[in-house]
């Protein structure tokens, strides 16, 4: 069962512009993940925020938990060609396991 | 560096006939995975291992196995492969079986079924 779903599910931007990415869920939850995947690469982990915290930073990358809407942002600032891949949201099911979204294809022009 | 690779990058195989995908790790966790992953889409849990403890799916084919001989190694057996387990099929680990232990991932297999 899909438990977070990805919007846009496509998203093509500009080098240097910022791209924002969405994810939704449906149960209640410990953790938020995002991961990134190049093409033909496996998933690379970004960052975790826990459903105590509201917002996260890491580099050009920021990530907003709302939990009473159950949503998530992938904010990517001043992006860069080399950020082309697929952003995968993922949520664990209230237990251990974590569950992957279909991910936002992002493609940043040169 | 640490990091978990996968063996063979590509694999092709015929329709009905055995493939086993192998995956190592220099990480020392306690957690492996195997997922499927079609075009465009998510990835899906096939199982996992706890150290040595096998956790099957509920919606895993029976047509898909897999062994850990050790704390390094990982095999997924496809016993009978059809044309719909064409696949990348990505091998990951986790330091242990908790919420908030990130996976890292192998590069993966993409599986092709001829």
């Known amino acids: 069962s899909q438990q977070g779903e990805e919007d846009p599910q496509a998203l093509s931007i500009q080098e240097g512009e910022n791209a924002t990415m969405n994810c939704s869920y449906k149960t209640s939850i410990n953790n938020l993940q995002w991961y990134r995947q190049n093409s033909g690469r496996g998933l690379v982990h970004l960052i975790l925020i826990r459903s105590n915290e509201r917002e996260k930073h890491s580099g050009r990358l920021r990530v907003t938990l709302d939990t009473s809407k159950k949503s998530s942002s992938l904010l990517i600032t001043a992006s860069r060609a080399a950020d082309t891949a697929s952003y995968f949201c993922?949520?664990?099911?209230?237990?251990?396991?974590?569950?992957f979204g279909a991910g936002t294809r992002l493609f940043v022009k040169a | 560096d640490a990091m978990v690779i996968q063996n063979p990058r590509y694999q092709v195989t015929q329709f009905g006939k055995p493939v086993t995908l192998s995956c190592s790790q220099t990480?020392?966790?306690?957690?492996m995975y195997w997922y499927q992953q079609k075009s465009s889409q998510a990835p899906k849990l096939l199982f996992h291992y706890y150290d040595k403890d096998f956790n099957n799916e509920a919606d895993t084919p029976d047509n898909f196995q897999s062994r850990r001989p050790n704390t390094s190694f990982c095999f997924l057996d496809i016993r009978s492969p059809g044309l719909g387990d064409a696949a990348m099929y990505l091998c990951?680990?986790?330091?242990?079986?908790?919420?908030?232990?990130?996976?890292?991932f192998g590069d993966g297999t993409r599986l092709s079924i001829l």
């Open positions: 990480l020392n966790h306690n957690v």
């Open positions: 990951a680990t986790s330091r242990d079986w908790q919420y908030d232990q990130p996976q890292h």
């Open positions: 993922a949520t664990d099911d209230g237990g251990f396991k974590t569950i």
